[in-house]
């Protein structure tokens, strides 16, 4: 088989105004970058009746994925395939991962979006607007200390670092003087939380206003706005909130934009790229970052609650290599159907299929699957596109008819502790939470300044539990919580758990070593 880049040289792409118009769109609410990149004008939408939503999870990962974007893509193909308009909504990728371990985030084989190259560098500039924006607001905090202070902010007591979309180890601690701070992944930023939660440009503006710099000798909480820094902040960001248009391999449209990690980040695309994908097409899927104890939780407790979206069919992602890596006994994938559950949503289970899978192993997973009363699906979307995920897309159809009642894991109202101990006993299966003394006083004090805030837990996406080589779904366990973080503008407390980092570092071999341009000045190496 052809590689994802010879595969992806070898489409045809559409003009990117002709794949606005199969769906209906207006090329004048388009905003042009180069012939196969568009902005859309989300504010001519209005009234339009919204399509079905589907969310695409998985079980715990394996260091190399599996395939979620993929599935996405292939499913959306599909679904057109069978003459429905469906429409991809996924995250845009960060330029670490793609130039450290884990590559681009296109998709795979012949379910990809396009132009990869394009999509995953700079693509449309988002990530530079969101960085920009951000330390800008950290900037202002610096000069505003450097010219007298009037704000009276304790440089000990700062709580808005740095951002910058790249893997560097080095920047997680920096010594600015008079006082320390640090960088963290663009992805983690609040500012990207926000714009992928933000319903339009007065809501961005709002958040941005909460977002927490600081407290003063007097334990005042000083905000953006008392630095007059959001005015600027929303000028940088004001193109970078409006969702992209771009198509698959197949030439059916796609909208990616906005990219928070699941592991460190809430883990789903924007608001507006979702709802507008809804009023574009019957089907809109999208996908939540890593495993459902991470993306698929804080899609359903997060996104859900704040947009008042809610999904109607479920797709697990599974595959034999994962099941195997957590011990060939299926409890792992036992314990994500388990979390999925508490929503009431339907849940269709879907191999992503791989060369050396064995029909007798399929075959058995098969007939476990639909023994704990699921349906099961085999997907060969990798190798075939569209054609290898019809009788998956049938299914979704099949079951987003079906009646039911979407719940919330935890009521809005619950302490921020029994939030916390909800997740951990519901999703991850464990027994309990472990404070560090200084995350157990910020707990106490947000109990107070927050108490109805939505709970980000930042945990490894290699196990239920907050150390990645436990594998499989154990028991009896507990997660340390090491530090909280308050996002006021996006609206939730961010908890550290385990070793987590919000600064990834390369690894020993990094991806860039590999990426280059080629005599014709075309990219090599990026996959």
């Given at each position: 088989?052809?590689?994802?880049?010879?595969?992806a040289?070898?489409?045809?792409?559409?003009?990117?105004?002709?794949?606005?118009?199969?769906m209906?769109?207006d090329k004048?609410l388009?905003?042009?970058?180069?012939?196969?990149?568009?902005?859309?004008d989300?504010?001519?939408?209005e009234?339009?009746?919204?399509g079905?939503?589907?969310?695409?999870?998985?079980?715990?990962?394996?260091?190399?994925?599996?395939?979620?974007?993929?599935?996405?893509?292939?499913?959306?193909?599909?679904l057109?395939k069978?003459g429905?308009?469906?429409i991809?909504?996924?995250?845009?990728?960060s330029?670490?991962?793609?130039?450290?371990?884990?590559?681009?985030?296109?998709?795979?084989?012949?379910?990809?979006?396009l132009p990869?190259?394009d999509?995953?560098l700079?693509?449309?500039?988002?990530f530079?607007?969101i960085?920009t924006a951000?330390?800008?607001?950290?900037?202002?905090?610096d000069n505003?200390?450097?010219h007298?202070?009037?704000?009276?902010?304790?440089?000990?007591?700062?709580?808005?670092?740095?951002v910058?979309?790249m893997n560097?180890?080095?920047?997680r601690?920096?010594d600015?003087?008079y006082?320390?701070?640090?960088?963290?992944i663009?992805?983690?930023?609040?500012?990207m939380?926000?714009l992928?939660?933000?319903?339009?440009i007065?809501?961005?503006?709002?958040?941005?206003?909460?977002?927490?710099v600081?407290?003063?000798y007097?334990?005042?909480?000083i905000?953006?706005k008392?630095?007059k820094?959001?005015?600027?902040?929303?000028?940088l960001?004001k193109e970078?909130?409006?969702p992209?248009?771009?198509q698959?391999?197949?030439?059916?449209?796609?909208?990616?934009?906005?990219?928070?990690?699941a592991?460190?980040a809430?883990?789903?695309?924007s608001?507006?790229a979702?709802?507008?994908a809804?009023?574009?097409a019957?089907?809109?899927?999208?996908?939540?970052g890593?495993?459902s104890?991470?993306?698929?939780?804080?899609?359903?407790?997060?996104?859900?609650?704040?947009?008042?979206?809610?999904?109607?069919?479920?797709?697990?992602v599974?595959?034999?290599?994962?099941?195997?890596?957590?011990?060939?006994h299926?409890e792992?994938?036992v314990?994500?159907?388990n979390?999925?559950n508490?929503?009431?949503?339907?849940?269709?289970?879907?191999?992503n299929?791989f060369?050396?899978d064995?029909?007798?192993?399929?075959?058995?997973?098969k007939?476990?699957?639909?023994?704990?009363?699921?349906v099961?699906?085999?997907?060969?979307i990798?190798?075939?596109?569209?054609?290898?995920?019809?009788?998956?897309?049938?299914?979704?159809v099949?079951?987003?008819?079906?009646?039911?009642?979407?719940n919330?894991?935890y009521?809005?109202?619950m302490?921020l502790?029994?939030?916390?101990?909800t997740?951990v006993?519901?999703?991850?299966?464990?027994?309990?939470?472990?404070?560090?003394?200084a995350?157990?006083?910020?707990?106490?004090?947000y109990?107070?300044?927050?108490?109805?805030?939505?709970?980000?837990?930042?945990?490894?996406?290699?196990?239920?539990?907050?150390?990645?080589?436990?594998?499989?779904?154990?028991?009896?366990f507990?997660?340390?919580?090491?530090?909280?973080?308050?996002?006021?503008?996006?609206?939730?407390?961010?908890?550290?758990?385990?070793?987590?980092?919000?600064?990834?570092?390369?690894?020993?071999?990094?991806?860039?070593?590999k990426?280059?341009?080629?005599?014709?000045?075309?990219?090599?190496?990026?996959?």
């Amino acid at each position: 088989m052809k590689s994802d880049l010879e595969i992806a040289k070898g489409v045809k792409l559409k003009e990117i105004g002709e794949v606005a118009e199969s769906m209906g769109l207006d090329k004048a609410l388009l905003s042009y970058y180069g012939p196969y990149k568009a902005k859309i004008d989300v504010n001519k939408l209005e009234g339009k009746p919204s399509g079905k939503l589907v969310l695409i999870s998985a079980i715990s990962p394996t260091p190399s994925g599996e395939g979620k974007t993929t599935m996405n893509i292939g499913l959306s193909m599909a679904l057109n395939k069978l003459g429905y308009t469906s429409i991809s909504a996924l995250r845009e990728p960060s330029l670490g991962p793609c130039f450290g371990m884990k590559g681009g985030a296109t998709g795979g084989g012949h379910a990809q979006v396009l132009p990869m190259e394009d999509i995953n560098l700079h693509f449309t500039g988002d990530f530079h607007a969101i960085t920009t924006a951000h330390n800008l607001l950290a900037a202002m905090i610096d000069n505003h200390i450097f010219h007298g202070n009037a704000l009276n902010l304790d440089p000990d007591r700062i709580v808005f670092n740095r951002v910058m979309d790249m893997n560097d180890r080095a920047l997680r601690s920096i010594d600015l003087g008079y006082r320390m701070s640090r960088f963290d992944i663009t992805v983690t930023s609040e500012i990207m939380a926000i714009l992928c939660l933000s319903e339009d440009i007065q809501d961005l503006r709002k958040r941005l206003e909460k977002i927490v710099v600081g407290y003063t000798y007097d334990d005042e909480i000083i905000y953006a706005k008392d630095l007059k820094a959001v005015g600027s902040m929303v000028v940088l960001l004001k193109e970078a909130m409006k969702p992209n248009l771009v198509q698959t391999s197949e030439n059916t449209p796609a909208i990616i934009h906005g990219g928070p990690f699941a592991n460190i980040a809430h883990g789903c695309n924007s608001v507006i790229a979702t709802k507008t994908a809804l009023k574009l097409a019957e089907y809109t899927v999208t996908e939540a970052g890593f495993g459902s104890d991470l993306g698929a939780e804080k899609f359903m407790n997060i996104k859900c609650r704040q947009s008042k979206l809610a999904p109607d069919v479920v797709v697990l992602v599974v595959t034999l290599r994962a099941l195997n890596y957590h011990g060939d006994h299926y409890e792992n994938m036992v314990g994500h159907l388990n979390h999925l559950n508490h929503y009431g949503v339907p849940i269709v289970v879907a191999l992503n299929q791989f060369p050396e899978d064995t029909p007798e192993d399929i075959e058995r997973l098969k007939n476990y699957v639909e023994g704990l009363g699921y349906v099961f699906e085999v997907s060969q979307i990798h190798a075939n596109g569209s054609e290898g995920g019809l009788d998956l897309a049938k299914t979704v159809v099949k079951l987003s008819h079906h009646k039911h009642n979407f719940n919330y894991l935890y009521n809005h109202k619950m302490s921020l502790h029994d939030k916390i101990e909800t997740l951990v006993k519901k999703v991850y299966g464990g027994q309990g939470v472990v404070y560090s003394e200084a995350a157990l006083k910020q707990l106490e004090s947000y109990e107070t300044l927050y108490p109805n805030f939505e709970v980000c837990m930042a945990k490894t996406q290699y196990s239920f539990t907050d150390n990645p080589k436990i594998l499989g779904a154990p028991d009896h366990f507990n997660i340390h919580i090491q530090e909280l973080r308050v996002s006021n503008g996006a609206g939730f407390i961010v908890c550290l758990s385990g070793k987590i980092l919000t600064m990834p570092g390369l690894p020993k071999k990094p991806a860039a070593e590999k990426i280059d341009l080629d005599e014709n000045q075309e990219v090599i190496g990026l996959y």
